[in-house]
């Protein structure tokens, strides 16, 4: 069965990426980060699409549901029009490239195999993610589940889940865990063709595998943890740290509007998405107020109207605030715990292999010559750990207990896009060293 | 001079660092896929309701008995043992509403209310489960119930029809 989600959410995918390549949203960038990215808008598009009908008082079926993108499709591939298709650069295949593309492999199988081979097992899957889509898909409306669950949650996550239960016709929480699965192929696609255009083709093969093998993102990939949001909230902060990067870089307008387009979509995956997405709009401001760029400021729209209209939804449905805001204020005491095992995640090798020492070691070596978008990014990264450590601050629950059970998949959030960050600054020294090497080589023969 | 030797001596480093991640991924990969005949290859041959009993245990026992005893769109007062069995019989009873109380004198005053259709005890001594000691609870002073039983060796659930 879990064909038939796979099947329609790649079909769809790909009606996206026609639709962004059509309009040229993405100037300047390859076919396969455009795909890439076309799986988070996808997600943001179905959610907001069963948001939209809740509102207007559209009813969700199937059909209701599947209409427009079959329109949408059939309009976008209308004879006569320019054609639209995936280009992927060729490669030469060497030994090693060969080795490292079987790697890949062997890891994307691995996961997508483990994904489907056990009902959904996460306590925050079904306690959450999966009771929503299912209260979703029963009901067929949003308001009956704030007053069961009185949960104020971003509801993302449950909306495209209960998406594919509508396709299916039934609920069927085996199956839709392939779209968990898509969001670690996907976050995989996008350090690819993000990298591939810094660094050879061996080396982005290289960190793309690094990324893919870190055992934390295979086991929310498909593994016991997969079902939950956290890996979801990864791949979209990768989005945006790469759109992010590319606009400041190329300063290009057109890149802003999509940039923004992620960012909403983020706070509606997660809380901590929420958060970052409101960093992303302070550094954006920042950044285009210092470059005197007033005319863009018109962008935070995009972000304005569905996160005011998502806050209005909540208070009309009666929901309660988020329990973190019902502490009893800041507990300055617990500073040194929540350092400790915040620094102490980092070195946890079981989780993370050595990206955290790499990451931070690259920065550290990169020093004073990071460029300006990296520095950008850095600074995106590091607010966002801040206010991983300001929430243990503040809580009213037990924070060591809070801060045990969901460290790890809060730096799950950010590995993407710090292995992104660690390629991007290892790359120049990398390519010198193998570079060196392989002239040494040739040498000798000479 | 010096500064020069450290800055190649730190990069050798962080060629070395990088290395032992390239290594344990490849040492992680090799592991997992040994998975698939050590771990995995049990569960290809099992059937939708055995993982589940695999997954959660006795629970999902549970929650399928009382899933099959009681009718949709029910209201369950629910007398738990813990949080667990309260989130997981949210998750799989819905659309059944479940509420949730953790001791007798909660249960009584709900009870008084009269809003419900069932009023589900599931007592255990299961560990993970069994945060507020549920063998130590006596529910004699249900009136008008009757009910059905679910025993096992470590866990006694009742049904009381209200």
């Known amino acids: ?446 | 001079m010096g500064n020069v030797r450290l800055k190649r001596l730190l990069a050798s480093f962080f060629l070395f660092l990088l290395s032992v991640w390239f290594i344990f991924s490849c040492a992680r990969t090799v592991y997992n896929i040994t998975k698939l005949y050590s771990e995995e290859a049990s569960w290809v041959v099992l059937g939708d309701t055995d993982k589940r009993v695999r997954i959660f245990g006795d629970l999902y026992r549970v929650v399928s008995y009382v899933s099959a005893n009681t009718n949709q769109n029910s209201n369950l007062l629910f007398l738990s043992p813990g949080g667990k069995t309260y989130y997981l019989s949210r998750y799989y009873l819905y659309p059944r509403k479940i509420t949730y109380v953790k001791n007798t004198s909660e249960m009584r005053r709900n009870l008084e209310a009269g809003m419900f259709d069932y009023l589900v005890v599931f007592q255990t001594s299961e560990r993970g489960l069994n945060e507020y000691d549920s063998l130590s609870w006596k529910i004699d002073s249900v009136p008008d119930f009757t009910f059905l039983d679910f025993d096992n060796k470590a866990a006694v659930l009742k049904i009381y029809n209200l």
């Open chain 1, 1 to 446: 069965m879990f064909m038939i989600p796979l099947s329609v959410s790649l079909c769809l995918t790909f009606i996206i990426f026609v639709f962004i390549k059509r309009i040229s949203a993405l100037p300047g960038q390859t076919d396969l980060f455009r795909f890439g990215i076309s799986y988070l808008l996808l997600f943001g598009v179905i959610s907001f699409q069963l948001f939209l009908y809740a509102v207007i008082g559209l009813s969700w079926s199937a059909f209701s549901l599947l209409a427009p993108w079959v329109v949408s499709g059939l309009w976008l591939s209308i004879p006569g029009r320019k054609h639209v298709t995936l280009l992927v650069s060729k490669e030469t295949v060497s030994k090693v490239s060969f080795l490292l593309l079987a790697c890949i492999l062997l890891c994307i199988l691995f996961v997508g195999f483990e994904s489907v081979l056990r009902p959904v097992s996460s306590w925050d899957s079904w306690s959450n993610w999966m009771l929503k889509a299912k209260m979703f898909f029963i009901d067929g409306a949003i308001l009956p589940m704030f007053s069961y669950t009185r949960s104020d949650y971003p509801i993302g996550i449950s909306l495209f889940v209960a998406f594919f239960y509508f396709v299916l016709g039934r609920v069927d929480d085996t199956s839709v865990l392939i779209l968990f699965f898509l969001f670690y192929l996907f976050s995989g696609l996008v350090i690819y063709s993000f990298l591939r255009r810094v660094l050879s083709f061996e080396l982005t093969l290289c960190f793309t595998f690094l990324f893919l093998s870190l055992q934390n993102v295979i086991r929310h990939g498909g593994r016991y943890e997969t079902g939950m949001a956290d890996l979801a909230l990864g791949y979209g902060i990768l989005c945006v740290v790469s759109l992010f990067y590319y606009y400041i870089k190329s300063n290009d307008r057109a890149l802003l509007l999509t940039l923004e387009i992620v960012s909403v979509i983020c706070g509606f995956i997660k809380y901590e998405g929420f958060v970052f997405s409101l960093i992303v709009q302070f550094l954006l401001f920042y950044f285009l107020l210092r470059e005197k760029r007033l005319r863009e400021l018109f962008v935070f729209i995009v972000w304005v109207i569905p996160t005011v209209g998502w806050y209005l939804y909540k208070l009309y449905g009666g929901v309660q605030q988020h329990y973190i805001f019902s502490g009893t204020g800041i507990q300055f005491s617990r500073i040194p715990v929540i350092i400790s095992s915040m620094s102490k995640e980092f070195l946890n090798v079981k989780n993370w292999n050595l990206l955290w020492p790499s990451f931070f070691f690259a920065v550290f070596l990169a020093g004073t010559k990071i460029p300006r978008e990296v520095r950008y990014v850095l600074l995106l990264l590091l607010l966002q750990i801040l206010s991983y450590g300001i929430v243990f601050v503040v809580t009213p629950v037990d924070f060591e207990a809070q801060l045990f059970a969901t460290i790890d998949r809060l730096y799950l959030h950010l590995a993407p896009s710090a292995v992104l960050i660690t390629a991007i600054l290892a790359g120049p020294f990398l390519s010198e060293r193998f570079s060196r090497s392989a002239s040494r080589e040739i040498s000798k023969y000479h």
